[in-house]
């Protein structure tokens, strides 16, 4: 199954199960991957079912896609905050909640490399002091050239907050990579294992 089927699919589980906000989040990047297609049949029969899936929000697909652009804004901006002084490698987060608040996060050096703490776990951190439990998409940003995706500390700690999250990568330079959390962490250990 290639990545936009992947997210439609997802989306129409959401969709079932009434999660409908998140679901306007795959349905998004269902729609935003599309317009990159080969212009096959199948294509032509996602794209027939991805508009009858959006019919079905509850909101404009314009409405999921500007709060994914803020995200990425803010992700963008907060990366200048970033505490860096041994690495010089810059990388904000922001976290959109399922109520859409947007909560924002940087990494933070230490002189004992260690205790460094990476930018998708200081977001996650402060949405969660400020009540937040479920997160429907993360948008992370970084200075490379090479879209930089979460490590496997904070894939861990976003998995078992947001299983289902979309995960947008960016760069300064107008890159964008689109994932799921399961495909960045398939298999996952979870609480279901405890």
């Keep these: 199954m290639n990545t936009h ?11 079932n199960a009434q999660d409908t906000l998140a679901a306007g989040f795959y349905a998004e ?9 080969d212009g096959s049949n199948a294509d032509y029969a996602l794209s027939k079912s991805i508009d009858t899936f959006v019919e079905r929000l509850p909101k404009p697909l314009a409405h999921y896609t500007q709060l994914l652009k803020q995200a990425k804004l803010r992700a963008l901006e907060t990366r200048l905050h970033a505490h860096a002084p041994f690495s010089h490698f ?3 987060a922001a976290l959109i909640a399922d109520d859409e608040t947007l909560h924002i996060g940087c990494n933070v050096e230490c002189s004992s490399y ?30 490379t050239n090479e ?26 330079h107008g890159a ?7 495909e960045l962490l398939p298999e996952a250990f979870t609480a279901a294992f405890l």
């Design 5 to 15: 089927q992947t997210f439609l699919h997802a989306a129409e589980a959401f969709l």
């Design 29 to 37: 990047s269902a729609f935003a991957l599309h317009g990159k297609h």
């Design 90 to 92: 810059l990388v904000g």
């Design 114 to 143: 260690g205790l460094t703490i990476c930018a998708e776990r200081t977001a996650l951190v402060s949405a969660v002091s400020h009540g937040k439990k479920r997160f429907l998409a993360i948008a992370v940003a970084a200075d």
């Design 147 to 172: 879209l930089t995706p979460p490590c496997g500390a904070c894939r861990q700690l976003l998995y078992d907050f947001a299983p289902d999250a979309i995960v947008v990568l960016v760069n300064p």
């Design 176 to 182: 964008e990579k689109r994932f799921t959390m399961k």
